[in-house]
């Protein structure tokens, strides 16, 4: 992500990129040298308390980004934050109050609210009438085992790529009412869940199913599904194949193919992504010179990792959570997980 970031900030006409931290300081100096001007820190304060440094992206594992948030903007640094917020909604509501205290404008990496896929579902909602069901799927096959895979990060697949589904819940359909949930660790070399199946409720009556796994070999892509009174919209698309951006809208006795505009530029990491990192960060950039609020904000990034919280406690508890959660007891997610083994 630190690449994806640095490709598409030096993009902004606003925007020069004059520093990079890696834990590996040889990955710093070779991203570096591509950017002239930058430089590579052996310390991420290095970064956080430069006077000369005015934003600061984070793309740093997720136990990480308590403290570097708030280094950054007690030293009066813009923030754009890649998901998830945090390990635990208890970390995230302190740094929310943490960006509410300060002058300062902080995202969250939710670029997918800006994917040329979700731009058109939107502008077809209206045409599906009340929207009463929506359903995701992000399955992808991962036998590799990493950081992302610790108890240190008090979460797996839900929290690395379903928060992204749970924040597109919420954005066509309002506030999770309450969750039920069922997490396993299907691969034992791993500490938290590879697997997710969750049952959602929204406050404006939608009803939700979202699925997500690291086990999935048919394809990379994300599928969703939204239902309405008078039709239904399924759209998909793939992290790595841009022929995979796909929007069916169906009517009553219909079924038309919505074609997807491929822009020239899209991203080299991700290029079924397209342009959204870009667009994310262009909009990132001028709620920042125009002092208004980004669309993803810290409450945006703070809820989908709430709702992941209150799908470890359905499956600790076996139970409906409603939500939001009150109180948190953080030793409960490590229960949870103590649980998922499926052997």
């Known amino acids: 992500m630190g690449r994806v970031y640095a490709r598409w900030f030096s993009r902004n006409t606003h925007i020069q990129v004059v520093a990079f931290y890696n834990r590996t300081f040889s990955r710093a100096e070779a991203l570096a040298q591509k950017y002239p001007g930058a430089c590579a820190r052996k310390s991420w304060q290095e970064v956080t308390e430069d006077a000369g440094v005015d934003v600061v992206g984070i793309c740093t594992p997720s136990h990480e980004h308590l403290a570097q948030l708030r ?122 869940e590879d697997y997710s199946v969750n049952l959602l409720e929204f406050s404006s009556g939608v009803s939700g199913y979202l699925c997500s796994n690291y086990h999935d070999r048919r394809s990379r892509s994300i599928f969703g599904h939204l239902m309405g009174t008078e039709g239904q919209i399924a759209w998909q698309f793939s992290p790595y194949e841009t022929k995979d951006s796909r929007v069916v809208l169906f009517g009553n006795e219909s079924k038309e193919e919505i074609p997807i505009e491929i822009p020239e530029e899209i991203d080299h990491v991700y290029p079924g992504h397209l342009d959204s990192f870009g667009r994310n960060i262009d909009h990132f950039v001028e709620c920042i010179i125009t002092d208004r609020q980004p669309e993803a904000g810290l409450v945006e990034g703070m809820t989908a990792v709430e709702i992941a919280d209150a799908s470890y406690e359905s499956t600790r508890l076996q139970k409906r959570i409603e939500l939001p959660l009150g109180d948190f007891d953080l030793t409960n997610i490590e229960k949870c997980f103590d649980r998922m083994d499926a052997r």
């Open 71 to 192: 280094s950054a903007v007690a030293a009066g640094k813009h923030v754009l934050c890649e998901k998830p917020l945090a390990r635990d909604v208890n970390e995230c509501r302190r740094m929310v109050e943490i960006g509410a205290a300060a002058p300062v404008r902080v995202a969250v990496g939710f670029q997918m609210r800006l994917h040329p896929v979700i731009r058109k579902v939107d502008e077809l909602l209206p045409r599906i009438g009340r929207l009463f069901h929506l359903d995701f799927t992000l399955g992808m096959y991962r036998p590799e085992i990493g950081w992302r895979h610790e108890i240190l990060q008090r979460g797996g697949v839900l929290k690395e790529l379903g928060s992204h589904l749970f924040d597109l819940g919420r954005y066509w359909a309002g506030e999770v009412s309450a969750i039920t949930a069922r997490n396993r660790i299907i691969s034992s070399a791993r500490e938290v």
